[in-house]
């Protein structure tokens, strides 16, 4: 929870190690990490790029948050922790997902955890995490389908077998949310560890009638079979209750002003609820001096149901809301195994890290909706007279409006080369092949017959190969320029078998490429500082219809950037991370009238800052400051409606009083600014949360 006065240049560049408060050792035998040649900073590598490559010698760019700072800053959920890191914007996920724009790309799915997919929607939580690694630009080569702007990837804590130790955390905020998490590491002999963490969360805000509550488990397994080979075991249990709250309606061109707490909704309705069982092995073996090989299997079992009011449009002047809703309810098992391969040798003058691999996915999902209807209007929307709290009229909920099943295999082979020339060049290039197969069993279509020309057995089958190419040139050791080209695609999904009209435009994959030009500096042993200028293109791409939030149209965008990280020590006692993105981006191909009409992307602030100081005042006082700055937005793609411009100042104060027990106190939004951070549609908008504070404790023994 709390940061020593001095750190390890690798946990300060990294950002990438367990926290030094917990005294935890990294375990010594990871099989991944033969070598690392020329280490400037030891093993400053991240897990997502899936060979033991320096983080300065990756053609793209990365941000890694450590446990230690999602700690020390109060990070709640992963809304939080993208906050400090560029080019990325929150989205609403209308209360019930996490949601994310990366360089422009709209996203729920494109998240990870330990290398394996993690796309069903849900709000992820941070208690069990080493630390989580953001990779943008195009990634398909490691990831698959998908990460068209970037990937998120959570790195899970497991069973150390150096030392046994136990760390329990404790917190509560000015809202009454509240959290309680243990971290317990348990060494049973040379070869063998237990890990549990667990967490309890409270969940509360500003708004009104917010309630809910989270607990989850997370026991982990390892067993050193041999000094070659670590076998590694993990379950996780997620249960998730919470009230749902899609924001305030928007007034004119703006978000409705000064209801920053009241709830447009039923509270006696909007709930979404997840249970979710995941289990993974993974074994690591070394095959030689050269080569390592991973192996992973993952099981996951997910049940989900989201149901709620929210406000779908709002009338100045007579003062009238109106009101919309449904319910939906899914059901998804995932099957995922994944192999890869890893080598480290030389040919001749030429040095090479090879990575080879393949995965195997099933995914089996239930989904339905039911609409809501309105008894005076036998309608799913009704307009009501606006009152604090609303006077929400009777209804019921119909038939299913949507019911299908869904049936998606993948198949992947990819193999990527590091190829060092000389002294100064490096160049990374691969290629991975997917085939990617989908059936869908539209039962109300079923039902209906054929004579519409939709039987409701629909189905689609896409093969793509994604290459990536990089050029890096290293004038010195601690210096980097890059150039970087790679491509990726994205399949429809079920629900976008539903929400497009089926033309051989709509079963196309969305393709992405992301060109990128970057240089990456460890200006010394505690201080690196990043920068990269982009530029995407999106085709065939699926976004929000803004005239019909439930329904998707067909658009092409494009996406440029610069995006500049600063992280690690500037002095002995100052420690900085710092983030600023320029982003612009809009529609491609859009005409009106025969005139270029191409409108800014929703969701994409041009200008995002964020800084976060932590000043060490005496051996046992810190304080940190942080600023997040947000420039205005766009709503919707239809850019009728504008989030105004931002700017957060956060606080903190720390006090070790041993090395067992530390005390910290957080302070959000200590100008108390009024101001709305995220949006899901014109008429969803999130309003930001006032000055409040939050005490933590941490105990270790």
Known sequence: MFKKSTLSASLLLALSTHAAAQNQVPDSADLERITVRGAFFGQQVADSVKTPTLLIDVPQSVSVISEEQISEQAMFDMSDVMQYTPGISIGLGEDHRDQITIRGQNTTADFFVDGIRDDVQYFRPLYNLERVEVLRGANALLFGRGGGGGVVNRVTKVAQTDNSFTQMQAGIDTFSAASVSVDANHVIDDDQALRVNAVLDNIDNHRDFKDGERYAVNPTYTYHVSDDTILRASYEYVNDDRLVDRGVPSLGSKPLPDNQDTYFGDPDFNNTTLEAHIARLRVEHRLNANWTSNATLQYADYDKLYQNLYPAAYTGGSERVTLDGYQDTTTRENTIAQVNLVGQFDTGAFSHTMLMGAEYGSQDTDNARRDVNFAATNDDQQEIAFTNPLQVPAYSLTDPSRNRASDVTFTSAFVQDEIGIGEHWIVVAGLRYDNFDIDVNDHIEMANGSADGNDGLLSSSDTEISPRVGLIYKPIEALSLYASMSKSFLPRSGDQFLTLSLSSAALDAEEFENRELGVKWNIHDALSVNAAVFEIERENGSTQDPNDPERSILTGTETKGLEVQLVGQLSD????????SHLDGEEMGRFVDGASANRDLAQLPEHMLSVWNQVSVSPNWQIGLGMIYQSEQYATLNNEVELPDFMRIDAAVYY??????????????????????????????????????????????
């Not at 006692?573 to 600023?580: D, K, S």
């Not at 910290?664 to 949360?689: C, K, M, R, W």
């Open 573 to 580: 006692t100052w420690e900085i991370n710092a983030g600023y």
């Open 656 to 701: 070790r009083h041993s090395d067992k027990l530390q005390v910290q106190l957080n302070i959000e939004n200590v100008l108390d600014e009024e101001y709305f951070p995220s949006a899901h549609n014109a008429n969803n908008i999130a309003t930001g949360a006032p000055l409040n504070a939050r005490l933590g404790v941490s105990y270790q023994f």
